[in-house]
């Protein structure tokens, strides 16, 4: 890490990206259900897409965390923070729900639920509408949820960081640092997680922002993590302490999702 980057973290966040386009290629194969489905799914896919399911949308908050703390860094205050990003969120955000996505939901309806009319009489006269078509609703951003829910996670820490003095902050900050240092990095945050598991063991996450909210306590977890990674950089001492014995238990931990 120099003084500005920390270019593990640029490639983490690269791979992690990367983790989710395949991911999606991957969901084309397996038996559950998405908009578009091969004719004969292959069992054997789902093996490697449930390797990544407990953790790959918690990696892109936590690197999101820590990339929005270094750009807070480099803006200096909460209000340049919450304009910036709201507009390289937002913009994309309302760019794509109105022109990129509108031909998944499209697909969805004429592949899996028979919707009689073309793209261009859906997108002019149903995508806008404000409504569910046997039961998608309209319009929607389907997989860009995580723009919403990063874009609520930076607002939540931009009014933190107006209404908070930095005093406070920065005790907070070495108070979780302290509880984080060596193996603490790997068992706070799997504790933290299995206490929501526990709380609320039959949510399903709806990517609705509003009804949604033991998935929020989980990403933000991860969010505050990456977050912290950024403003306590010594926690990456304890990463490297623990990094080695948390892949084998990460390994042990699959082997029965694998089996059944």
């Known amino acids: 890490m120099n003084s500005t980057r920390h270019y593990g973290m640029d490639w983490l966040r690269i791979a992690a990206f990367a983790l989710l386009i395949l991911y999606h290629i991957g969901m084309y194969f397996v038996p559950w259900g998405w908009h578009v489905k091969i004719a004969e799914p292959l069992d054997w896919v789902a ?5 990544t399911n407990g953790w790959r ?18 803006l200096g205050g909460s209000g340049a923070f919450a304009r910036s990003r709201s507009a390289r969120l937002l ?8 022109v990129i ?3 998944q939901p499209w697909i969805d309806l004429k592949g899996q639920h028979g919707y009689p009319h073309d793209f261009l009489h859906f997108w002019l006269r149903d995508y806008f509408g404000f409504q569910f078509i046997d039961g998608i609703a309209l319009p929607t951003w389907q997989h860009l949820w995580f723009v919403v829910y990063l874009w609520a996670y930076t607002m939540l820490a931009a009014l933190v960081i107006a209404v908070v003095p930095g005093t406070a902050r920065a005790r907070v900050a070495d108070a979780a640092a302290r509880l984080l240092h060596r193996w603490g ?4 945050p799997m504790l ?5 598991y526990v709380a609320f063991p039959d949510h399903d996450e709806t990517h609705a922002l509003f009804d949604d909210g033991p998935s929020h306590l989980h990403y933000l977890v991860a969010f505050a993590a990456g977050w912290l990674l950024r403003v306590r950089p010594q926690l990456f001492a304890a990463v490297a302490h623990c990094w080695k014995p948390a892949a084998v238990l990460a390994v042990i931990a699959f082997v029965p999702i694998a089996w059944v």
């Open 57 to 74: 949308l918690a990696l892109l908050f936590l690197v999101s965390g820590y990339a929005s703390a270094a750009l807070f860094a480099k």
């Open 192 to 196: 933290l997680w299995i206490a929501i």
């Open 185 to 188: 990095v790997l068992a706070v």
């Open 91 to 98: 913009i994309p955000l309302f760019f794509a729900v109105a």
């Open 47 to 51: 093996i490697p897409m449930l390797a």
């Open 101 to 103: 996505i509108p031909p």
